[in-house]
């Protein structure tokens, strides 16, 4: 086999996987705006008009000129119309007069400021305004929000429900977006069976081709599923071969340690390139990370629980990079709801339930069952807890880093 990075840091993978996939980018294509929810940006969003585009009213009341207020006593003045949202105005209103006018109406000619409905009294065809009312009281400015011309998304942010919106409300129907990577899910193993169908003496049922999907599925992708590789090299080269042509990411499970039957380190050798085999990080060790043909390989430990904790760290990181991501993921920290004691050298993912300490913070209770084949402990639990390289003994109340899942 040729030289490649082994036993690196959890770091130095992502960074050469960062590495790795920005000469990979997926590219560019425009979108409907509402349909490119959850799509990372590939250009900046500039303004091409100004939020709010005319000045009008925030609340229902009525619209006047501050100017027309007499100083520290309510102020009498004549109701000349009303002044409705959707409708241009027309109006014109002069000194010691006022009109109705509904939320988001636009603020006639001659007015300024507006009154609110409930602390103004409506008497002898006209309308008693409180005093002490400053100019422009309850009047959104032009331009307050966005100016027209700003740019107010940069490209790498990911378009959330929020940004969709405000793409909307400035007008813009298309949006350039970075192409979704297509991504070929293959599971390995002669012991695997699918669900539904009757386990013989010595099967598993396969149950990381599904969990693959979920995980990638919830990144917004739509994988496809290939049929479960036997242990055999010569048909795994063939139909790998074949996905490698066709796909940006080809992601694999099992078949990546030094046993008789993985095969996929040396099939990646042979025809294609290791970036690296191995991390320190447990579960998960055995990753390995390369490239054939045109797609980028992510092979994936078969233990289910190190698929998830491999994919969580590694796989989100591979396609963020590929579509230009550079929106952060959130941050988490908890303390530790038990003590802990870390025997391994190796960075370590343990399963835990993170939960509001109900003092402003939030605790993570690891679960006990930490071997990378309980998955039971994975669906009980809706965190990684990451503690960094180093053999330590947690106490409870300590603070690690989470990784919500
Ligand atoms: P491997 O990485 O191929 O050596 O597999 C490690 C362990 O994970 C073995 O016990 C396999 O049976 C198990 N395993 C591998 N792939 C899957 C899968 N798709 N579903 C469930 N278990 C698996
Ligand atoms: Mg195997």
């Not at 010569?234 to 099992?254: P, W």
Request: charge should be negative; hydrophobic fraction near 45%.
């Amino acid at each position: 086999m040729t030289a490649y990075p082994s036993r690196i840091a959890v770091d130095e993978a992502i960074a050469l996987i960062r590495e790795t996939a920005h000469s990979h980018r997926t590219g560019a294509e425009s979108l409907a705006f509402n349909r490119a929810g959850g799509r990372v940006l590939a250009d900046a969003v500039r303004a091409p008009i100004d939020l709010p585009s005319f000045d009008n009213s925030r609340m229902d009341g009525v619209a006047f000129a501050q100017a027309s207020l007499a100083d520290g006593v309510p102020t009498w003045l004549r109701l000349v119309g009303a002044q409705y949202a959707g409708v241009a105005g027309g109006l014109q209103v002069g000194p010691g007069e006022c009109v109705r006018i509904t939320t988001g109406a636009p603020l006639p000619t001659g007015t300024d400021t507006v009154a609110i409905r409930e602390d103004i009294v409506e008497r002898d065809g006209g309308m008693e305004i409180p005093a002490g009312l400053s100019r422009g009281a309850d009047v959104r400015r032009v331009g307050e929000d966005v100016q027209a011309g700003a740019d107010v998304m940069r490209a790498g942010q990911v378009l959330t429900p929020a940004r969709t919106g405000l793409a909307a409300a400035l007008g813009l129907a298309t949006l350039t977006v970075a192409r979704r990577p297509t991504v070929a899910v293959f599971t390995t193993g002669d012991e695997l069976v699918e669900p539904g169908l009757p386990l013989l003496p010595g099967q598993v049922y396969n149950s990381n081709r599904d969990l693959l999907m979920g995980l990638l599925r919830a990144e917004g992708l739509e994988p496809t599923a290939w049929p479960t590789l036997p242990d055999d090299p010569e048909r795994m080269q063939v139909m790998l071969a074949d996905a490698a042509s066709a796909f940006d990411v080809v992601i694999t499970s099992g078949g990546v340690s030094a046993g008789q039957k993985d095969h996929l380190p040396g099939l990646l050798d042979a025809h294609g390139r290791i970036v690296f085999w191995k991390v320190r990080m447990k579960p998960g060790m055995p990753v390995l990370f390369g490239q054939w043909d045109r797609a980028l390989f992510l092979c994936l430990p078969g233990n289910p629980v190190s698929t998830l904790a491999t994919f969580l760290t590694l796989g989100r990181a591979l396609l963020d990079s590929l579509q230009g991501r550079d929106d952060p993921r959130p941050a988490w920290q908890a303390r530790l709801g038990a003590p802990w004691r870390k025997e391994h050298a190796r960075l370590e993912f343990l399963r835990g339930q993170l939960a509001p300490d109900g003092t402003g913070g939030l605790r993570v209770l690891p679960n006990t069952a930490d071997a990378s084949h309980q998955l039971r402990a994975a669906a009980d639990s809706n965190a990684l807890i990451v503690l960094p390289e180093g053999a330590r003994d947690y106490a409870a109340g300590d603070i690690v880093d989470v990784l919500p899942y």
